[in-house]
């Protein structure tokens, strides 16, 4: 590692977790030694603000993060209100997630703008305005704020942007506090985003990730989830690697169902957190040289506190 630094070692609540399994597998990851529990707040699955005030209130030190908040689904006023209510009741454990949300979803729900960038932009500085005290009055194509501020002044809430290329990295290197690599988050994506923002606070990755004794068995449970790498929509993902062009030609060659299947074992451990534990802290430790901040694991497999517990050993 860089000095004697150590990225912050974080685990991922499961978008389908039954929500009676919620609270129990946030007091186990508190009690396993992780320093962060993210949601996600996908669409059908469960709310954001929903599961982090049911985390934060159900755990006493775990940092909880919200990843990520589509800016198109609510009106920015009353997000700030809902992150300064759980800031003052759980001062320094919460951390905002904000990004375009997934086109398809956003559009099912009539939620997509015209201009996505723009948006994004006017949310995230009305955003940080209204959480740092400001009263707020702006009038842009999306965000229209007529003198509004918070009662009383809010806790401070660190707002990362969930990235999906470099126009709205730029946009959080201009505005917020740091930004969220959504898997597979390897170390050349890693670098590159702290390349591209040198002085920006926070780097959080997100990867899928499984340890178990035998490498092939951690490999087979997040080797499907892989199947999509090659998406023009992870081309951001993807540039930096050193074999990016050979993912491209392999996945135009195989039908769909074989991509993942057909991925080479140094890819997918390139691409992932699995392996054994050993294997996985040594992964963790070059992802911290490459300049993540903290990392989030994505536990698989069908006894998800089972798997919250293997990942563990490799912290």
């Known amino acids: 590692m860089s000095g004697n630094r150590r990225a912050d070692a974080g685990v991922m609540l499961p978008r389908d977790l039954p929500a009676e399994q919620i609270a129990p597998f946030a007091r186990r990851a508190e009690e396993l030694g992780f320093d962060e529990l993210w949601v996600v707040e996908d669409l059908g699955f469960h709310g954001g603000i929903a599961q982090a005030a049911t985390v934060l209130a159900v755990t006493g030190r775990i940092r909880v993060g919200i990843g990520i908040l589509p800016v198109g689904a609510r009106n920015v006023a009353f997000t700030a209100m809902e992150l300064a209510t759980l800031a003052r009741l759980h001062p320094g454990r919460l951390v905002a997630g904000i990004g375009h949300g997934m086109p398809d979803w956003m559009r099912q729900v009539g939620a997509w703008p015209a201009s996505p960038l723009t948006l994004f932009g006017e ?33 401070p809430v660190p707002v990362l942007a969930g990235v999906r290329g470099p126009r709205s990295l730029a946009v959080a290197g201009e505005t917020l506090d740091g930004v969220i690599l959504a898997e597979p988050a390897a170390v050349e994506y890693i670098a590159a ?99 993540a901040s903290a990392v989030v694991m994505i536990p698989l497999g069908p006894d998800r506190l089972a798997a919250l517990t293997d990942l563990a050993a490799a912290l």
């Open 193 to 291: 985003a702290r390349s591209a923002l040198p002085g920006i606070a926070r780097v959080v990755a997100f990867e899928l990730a499984a340890v178990h004794r035998d490498p092939g068995v951690a490999r087979s449970l997040v080797r499907p989830l892989l199947a999509g790498v090659a998406d023009p929509g992870l081309s951001a993902h993807l540039e930096p690697l050193p074999f990016a062009g050979q993912v491209r030609r392999l996945r135009a060659r195989c039908p769909a169902g074989e991509f993942a299947r057909a991925l080479p074992d140094s890819w997918v451990d390139a691409l992932t957190l699995a392996g054994t534990a050993p294997e996985v802290r040594a992964r963790l430790a070059g992802l911290t040289d490459a300049g």
């Open 123 to 155: 949310y995230a500085r009305a955003l940080t305005a209204l959480l740092r005290g400001e009263r707020v009055r702006v009038a842009g194509r999306y965000v229209r704020l007529a003198d509004v501020g918070l009662a009383p002044a809010p806790a």
